[in-house]
């Protein structure tokens, strides 16, 4: 079974669902924006990306450039933001068998799922 967090809007986020549906893969989609990761799911992704939760945090939405681009946060209020504003969460984050990778380039997910 391979995950995405998907966000319909953006183009990125869709070319990586079209693959991996071309793939005839088993794929679980959550949209993100509509179903928030919980705490502990967004927890469970930054381990394994291996990211701080700020890494994870797309730094050229209007949200994060207005409310916070020059807070200095700790991990626990960076990961708060994310659940409050999920638009500033990286996009698409496609995890298979415990290893998550940020999809772009669209590259990492062919390697992630082993596609030739």
């Given at each position: 079974?391979?995950?995405?967090?998907?966000?319909?809007?953006?183009?990125?986020?869709?070319?990586?669902?079209?693959?991996?549906?071309?793939q005839a893969v088993d794929i679980e989609?959550?949209?993100?924006?509509?179903?928030?990761?919980?705490?502990?799911?967004?927890?469970?992704?930054?381990?394994?990306?291996?990211?701080?939760?700020?890494?994870?945090?797309?730094?050229?939405?209007?949200?994060?450039?207005?409310?916070?681009?020059?807070?200095?946060?700790?991990?626990?209020?960076?990961?708060?933001?994310?659940?409050?504003?999920?638009?500033?969460?990286?996009?698409?984050?496609?995890?298979?068998?415990?290893?998550?990778?940020?999809?772009?380039?669209?590259e990492k997910v062919l390697a992630l799922?082993?596609?030739?």
């Amino acid at each position: 079974m391979i995950k995405i967090y998907h966000n319909k809007n953006c183009s990125k986020s869709c070319n990586a669902l079209e693959l991996l549906q071309h793939q005839a893969v088993d794929i679980e989609v959550q949209e993100y924006l509509n179903d928030v990761p919980t705490r502990g799911q967004l927890i469970e992704l930054l381990g394994q990306l291996a990211l701080k939760p700020l890494e994870l945090i797309r730094k050229g939405e209007s949200v994060f450039q207005e409310k916070f681009q020059n807070l200095h946060l700790t991990d626990e209020q960076w990961i708060d933001v994310m659940l409050e504003y999920p638009i500033l969460i990286e996009r698409p984050i496609v995890v298979k068998d415990g290893v998550a990778v940020i999809g772009r380039p669209i590259e990492k997910v062919l390697a992630l799922i082993g596609a030739k």
